[in-house]
């Protein structure tokens, strides 16, 4: 681009000079010649919701039907699996532009599936993947019959039970925040404790943001919590300086600190009370739920398929492409590795697990 190049000036006599001075003058306190500059656009949906204590405590789900060895003869008769995905789930589902493929974590554990039900052939040229909305939005599409499964970041509730049939919980995680990055290696706020009276971002109808509006830090603040369409709408949000974190499951986070590398999660715990970190590897651990991850499949139609998924999860070869998958897409995820399957249930939906007593404060 070409630079702009100055009109040339002329030296008048100093009246004239001294009453143009006096004109820029006047002229600029009138109306300023470089009007201040608009805030960021804020990404269409975004909305500030109110506090409640009404969901102090998510109901997981981590049981499901038995396995059948047996995959469901509609899948078979069509030649395909349609699967619902999220493309800006850097570490689950992403798009990638290079490859000009879907990659991640789940894509891998849905080519396995594919590849028990097709053996001879190449497993993506028997998937077909389509992009849905986040949260529960992915169920209407399922519902419809769009798809046969839904493989994004999706945690198993006893709510969610009633519409869906759940897969065994095949990856454990938990709630933590995303925040700014202050300096090398130290985050902008250290966990949920500091972010009392803060704006605190998450997706529309998640269990991510239904768990920041009942969050009380130990002094009693809450956090201001704030909702966008899409969890990646807030990791836009926090790098414009309009909300102060982000937050939803650990490997949902550690994709979004890879998008945008002036992020970083926090790292103190919550209040003692409200941290989950049975499903954690070390002390060191900032979740505040409880997130077992399972596929989503039809209440009805989909129960052979389910079972059938069920049957891949077990097998030793799925054990193997977990693990290469786990150390590929998701390594700075702590969790302890490959769920064992809770026993299974012919009934759905399952009856609640007993609900789990809170350790009490220091």
């Not at 000036?9 to 009246?15: K, S």
């Not at 204590?53 to 047996?70: E, G, H, Q």
């Not at 409880?290 to 139609?301: G, I, K, N, S, Y």
Request: proline share 11%; hydrophobic share 35%.
């Amino acid at each position: 681009m070409n630079a702009t190049r100055r009109a040339p000036t002329t030296r008048r006599g100093g009246r004239t000079a001294t009453l143009a001075a006096l004109l820029t003058v006047l002229a600029g306190c009138a109306a300023p010649a470089t009007p201040p500059p608009a805030p960021p656009a804020r990404p269409p949906g975004v909305a500030t919701v109110p506090t409640t204590d009404d969901a102090d405590v998510i109901c997981p789900v981590r049981r499901s039907l038995p396995p059948d060895p047996t995959p469901p003869s509609r899948i078979l008769d069509r030649g395909e699996l349609v699967v619902g995905v999220d493309p800006s789930d850097a570490t689950m589902s992403h798009w990638d532009a290079r490859s000009q493929r879907f990659e991640g974590f789940n894509i891998e554990l849905m080519l396995a599936v594919a590849r028990a039900i097709w053996p001879t052939e190449d497993p993506r040229e028997r998937l077909t993947f389509k992009v849905v909305p986040p949260g529960q939005g992915a169920f209407t599409m399922l519902e419809n019959g769009d798809i046969d499964v839904v493989a994004t970041s999706l945690t198993a509730t006893c709510q969610r039970a009633r519409r869906v049939v759940f897969s065994n919980d095949y990856l454990d995680s938990g709630q933590s925040v995303l925040v700014r990055e202050r300096a090398e290696g130290v985050p902008e706020y250290a966990g949920m404790e500091q972010l009392g009276g803060k704006r605190v971002c998450a997706g529309a109808n998640t269990t991510s943001l239904a768990m920041i509006s009942s969050y009380r830090t130990l002094t009693g603040e809450r956090p201001v919590p704030v909702q966008a369409l899409h969890s990646v709408d807030c990791l836009v949000m926090l790098r414009q300086g309009q909300v102060e974190g982000v937050s939803t499951d650990e490997n949902i986070l550690l994709g979004f600190a890879q998008m945008a590398p002036d992020t970083m999660l926090v790292t103190e715990p919550p209040r003692r009370d409200r941290q989950f970190c049975a499903y954690h590897r070390d002390e060191n651990c900032t979740w505040f739920t409880d997130e077992p991850h399972a596929f989503a499949f039809h209440l009805d139609d989909g129960r052979e398929l389910a079972a059938y998924v069920n049957h891949v999860l077990a097998s030793p070869r799925t054990a193997t492409v977990w693990r290469q998958a786990h150390d590929r897409w998701l390594a700075g995820h702590r969790d302890r590795g490959m769920p064992s399957p809770e026993p299974p249930t012919t009934v759905w939906p399952p009856p609640d697990p007993p609900p789990v007593t809170p350790r009490p404060t220091d």
